[in-house]
């Protein structure tokens, strides 16, 4: 796809998302937009999934580890034609199942329950360490928070993909700088990134998370075969694209009202109009 | 009545013993293959064992990411980790999915003996049966766990397994008619006075305790119960109203495990005196196996102490 196609899809995207938590008066926003261009860019280019046959064996896996950025799956998923585009109106709601968290089984292309931090990178590790058992050809991508780093489990699980040369497995951490209670190197510093995934055996790459040209190269840059996983560190906005929500730590998990909801959802739309040339 | 073996040497045989029948089976285990016996299975199929080291949390969500690219998983640790440690992985990234792991737990209970109360897991059943979805499996003796492997090996979804540390005597291999299914008890013996539901390792002893408590005059009806999720509702309700009176029996806390599963069926369906025999609500502690199961009276005579006590609250 064209960098302007995949700036509109994002575009889109991020409304949808803005749209869901709005509705829902719940859910995790800031994440979602910050993470929003490399799941367009994931679903616009890199993964090898098909709509219509979500549970194709052959498939690439992704796994949303930050499990709580729902929004940016959802709507990404919906806009791939996975599921109707207005199931998006019921997100988070009693009868319906795209749930605050992602849940397998239950949404086509969710390809792992996950939500409590920490978790979705360990199942990654074992879906790249079945396909390899299997001489199969997919590639696994899972994505996490910076802050969901603090868990212990990350880092087990780091080790294991390292022992086990998971090559087709890429991890990519959303660096945006902020967890729910601050900054990150507030509440439990994790830096340097780069040189704590080198020493546990990890190819690193990083890069703008917002410049397609940058998430292209690195994730390109991942498809090793040299024994190693890769993680990709993107430097990112959280709450990018509503300039009330920027690196704001209280747009993390938390609804707007109507009155900063209509002045974000203008700037989205804005940006849409923006993008197609209107 | 043979040699005494373990179930976790069950465990390991039978995981070599079918591991060629059941191709898609991956085993991990955390740095404990020689404790839990999956070290057999490793040795006989290197290509499908994974040692994940030290990181239980880790080596739950390997095992859930296996299974959901269609690996059917046994996952062994000690009790106390397997269930305690990752309870959160066990609990949402495989049982809540449903996927088709076996959490395995070695050195159930306080039969451990020296290592002591960190490691005497006596809350395990109480933390897996309350998962939705789970199937809970504690055998009685080698023999048995060699038909609860193969069970489960046919059975898909997640279920946890406990095994035990010590050598035991086997109960179940010369039984009449002995079949094993998942969810159903084993009749061990008929008796009309009181009934003696046990699990894993009490079974034999709730034997040796229907032995003694005959000499009395008392006639004990013993059923085994290795699946303690889903609990065999019919033969325990029967059990219960033909008897009158129920003993229920385990290696784990009193709390939370077969003892509560038989008071919540039995207060809805056949409100009879049960009494709980296992450990009362207490941390284990260090020493010989023998003399810690003598030190909390999980021993045949204190079945048949607790039996008394139950025939006591019958005649009301």
């Not at chain 2, 709730?206 to 032995?211: E, G, T, V």
Request: hydrophobic share 40%; charged share 20%.
């Amino acid at each position: 796809m064209s960098n302007a196609s995949l700036s509109l899809t994002a575009a889109k995207a991020r409304l949808l998302a803005y749209q869901m938590v709005y509705r829902a008066q719940s859910g995790h926003i800031g994440g979602s937009l910050s993470a929003m261009d490399l799941m367009t860019l994931l679903y616009g280019e890199v993964l090898r999934v098909d709509p219509k046959n979500p549970y194709d064996p052959d498939r690439d896996r992704f796994v949303l580890s930050k499990g709580h950025c729902t929004p940016a799956l959802y709507a990404t998923l919906a806009l791939r034609g996975f599921f109707p585009m207005e199931d998006l109106e019921h997100f988070r709601q009693l009868h319906c199942y795209l749930s605050g968290h992602p849940e397998m089984g239950f949404v086509p292309g969710v390809d792992m329950t996950t939500g409590s931090l920490g978790q979705g990178i360990s199942a990654a590790v074992g879906m790249a360490l079945a396909g390899k058992m299997n001489g199969a050809d997919y590639r696994v991508y899972a994505l996490l928070g910076d802050g969901e780093l603090d868990e212990g489990q990350v880092w087990e699980a780091a080790m294991a993909a390292a022992k086990f040369h998971l090559d087709h497995l890429c991890a990519i951490v959303d660096v945006n700088g902020l967890q729910i209670d601050g900054k990150t190197e507030d509440v439990m510093p994790t830096e340097p990134l780069d040189e704590k995934f080198a020493a546990f055996g990890w190819n690193v790459q990083t890069c703008d998370g917002h410049d397609f040209d940058q998430l292209r190269a690195a994730l390109q840059a991942a498809l090793t075969q040299d024994g190693k996983p890769t993680v990709l560190l993107m430097k990112t906005v959280k709450g990018k694209g509503v300039s009330y929500m920027e690196n704001d730590p209280q747009w993390h998990g938390k609804a707007p009202g109507e009155e900063l909801f209509l002045k974000g959802e203008a700037e989205l739309r804005a940006k849409i109009a923006e993008l197609e040339g209107k | 009545m043979g040699e005494k073996i373990a179930t976790r040497v069950a465990y390991g045989k039978a995981l070599v013993e079918f591991g060629a029948q059941y191709p898609d089976l991956v085993v991990l285990d955390a740095d404990l293959s020689g404790s839990t016996q999956s070290g057999m299975f490793a040795k006989a199929f290197p290509d499908r064992f994974f040692n994940l080291g030290i990181a239980e949390q880790n080596m739950m969500g390997v095992a859930a990411g296996l299974a959901a690219c269609g690996k059917q998983v046994f996952a062994s640790s000690f009790a106390m980790f397997a269930t305690g440690r990752c309870y959160e992985q066990v609990r949402t990234s495989i049982v809540f999915p449903k996927l088709n792991v076996k959490v395995v737990g070695s050195h159930g209970g306080l039969s451990v003996g020296e290592d002591g109360a960190t490691h005497q897991c006596c809350e395990d059943i109480a933390l897996m049966r309350v998962l939705p979805n789970m199937t809970v499996v504690c055998p009685a003796d080698a023999f048995e766990m060699r038909l609860a492997v193969k069970a489960l090996l046919d059975h898909p979804g997640p279920a946890y397994l406990r095994l035990a540390r010590l050598a035991t005597e086997v109960y179940t291999e010369t039984l009449p008619g002995y079949r094993f299914e998942l969810g159903k008890g084993t009749f061990l013996r008929p008796g009309k006075d009181v009934t003696i539901v046990a699990t894993g390792m009490m079974v034999g002893m709730a034997w040796d305790a229907a032995q003694i408590l005959a000499q009395q005059g008392i006639d004990a009806r013993v059923i085994d119960i290795h699946t303690i999720k889903p609990l065999d509702e019919e033969m325990v309700v029967t059990a219960a109203r033909d008897t009158g009176c129920v003993v229920t029996s385990e290696e784990h806390s009193v709390i939370g495990g077969l003892g509560e599963a038989v008071c919540a069926l039995l207060s809805q369906t056949c409100p009879v005196p049960v009494v709980r025999h296992g450990v009362n609500d207490h941390f284990g502690r260090s020493g010989k196996a023998q003399d810690v199961l003598n030190y909390f009276g999980l021993t045949p005579q204190g079945i048949v102490e607790h039996v008394h006590r139950a025939l006591a609250l019958k005649r009301g």
